[in-house]
């Protein structure tokens, strides 16, 4: 039975060990890092500079990089890390539950 809060939102094997995967829960744009070495993280997928999916951006190092204008974001904290970004994504609890990928469902 899972905890309270999580909800499955892809299985393990959907997220390549490099790749970032869009999902959607309710409606929020989620954006899964599958970063090497098997570590999971989750972040909004919605870059806050202007409407870019980071999902369709590069993932190297930790970081994401939107694909419409450069910013990049750390995937494990959310923080902003050059312009034109000026404002963190959020970030959300993830955790690998069997094959499921269960996401905290944001309060
Ligand atoms: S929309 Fe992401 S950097 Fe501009």
């Not at 390549?16 to 989620?30: F, K, L, M, S, T």
């Not at 909004?44 to 190297?60: F, I, K, M, R």
């Not at 494990?76 to 469902?105: H, Q, S, W």
Request: charged share 25%.
């Amino acid at each position: 039975m899972p905890d309270a809060g999580w909800v499955r939102v892809a299985g393990v094997a959907d997220v390549g060990e490099g790749q970032v995967h869009a999902v959607r829960v309710g409606d929020r744009e989620i954006a899964l890092y599958h970063l090497p070495g098997g570590e999971f993280r989750a972040t909004e997928n919605v870059c806050t500079h202007e409407y870019a999916l980071l999902s369709d951006g590069w993932l190297e190092d930790g970081c994401i990089e939107c694909p419409l204008h450069a910013a990049r974001f750390d995937v494990r904290t959310g923080k902003a890390l050059c312009a034109p970004a000026e404002t963190d994504i959020k970030v959300f609890e993830v955790k690998v539950e069997n094959a499921d990928l269960m996401l905290k469902v944001p309060a």
